[in-house]
């Protein structure tokens, strides 16, 4: 997670919905009550150009590779108004837990906590493969790593996530019969101080 990287990625809904999400490594850190100094990514999603979520998400690798999950400050806009901070977490506050985000060193059937603060975020992932292939218009990946990601909170949701070595997330599919999905459409290095305004005005 390189400071300035980008990624614009095009969700579909199971009603056809289309939303494009930036994620954006930002040149921020934060210090986690639990001690550690993690990095801080946004993740934004509009509709028609109109913010309906946008969260600062915190990140840190481990020295065997793995990427933990530390927390999110999350917003979700409803006509342009801030409609709910639900979801919200930090490790370490009010009993939530860090999580494995991608671990370091994956191997189908290993299972992971991706995230954990009861009752708001309680997400598990599972390593399928590790040499999938994935065709998509940004490009064709090999040896992709495949997991299944699942939540506490709803065991109708199921997806397949797609990593390909040097990128990143590039494919999710929803399988839990939502029938939606999300897709890798470009990615890019964005200037120092990109996306660091307040929720709801990244680049104010």
Excluded: C
Excluded at 130 to 141: S, T
Excluded at 145 to 159: I, R
Excluded at 186 to 204: E, F, I, R
Aim: hydrophobic residues 35%; negative net charge.
């Amino acid at each position: 997670m390189v400071p300035g990287t980008r990624w614009i990625y095009r969700e579909t809904d199971a009603d056809g919905t289309v939303l494009e999400i930036e994620v954006v490594v930002t040149d921020l850190t934060k210090e986690i009550t639990n001690g550690i100094t993690a990095r801080v990514v946004r993740d934004t999603v509009t509709e028609d150009g109109q913010i309906i979520e946008d969260t600062f998400d915190w990140y840190a690798q481990d020295a065997d590779g793995n990427i933990w999950y530390l927390g999110e400050d999350t917003a979700e806009f409803e006509d342009g108004e801030l409609a709910t901070r639900s979801g919200s977490f930090e490790a370490g506050v009010d009993g939530a837990l860090p999580g494995i985000m991608v671990p370091g060193t994956p191997v189908p059937g290993l299972r992971y906590r991706q995230e954990y603060y009861a009752g708001e975020a309680e997400d598990n992932g599972e390593v399928l493969a590790v040499d999938e292939r994935v065709e998509i218009g940004f490009g064709v990946f090999e040896k992709v790593l495949m997991t299944a990601d699942t939540t506490g909170l709803d065991p109708s949701v199921l997806e397949h996530k797609f990593y390909a070595i040097g990128i990143g997330p590039v494919l999710v599919i929803d399988v839990g019969g939502g029938g939606g999905g999300e897709e890798l459409v470009s990615m890019d290095t964005v200037q120092p101080g990109y996306a660091t305004g307040p929720l709801g005005s990244p680049n104010p």
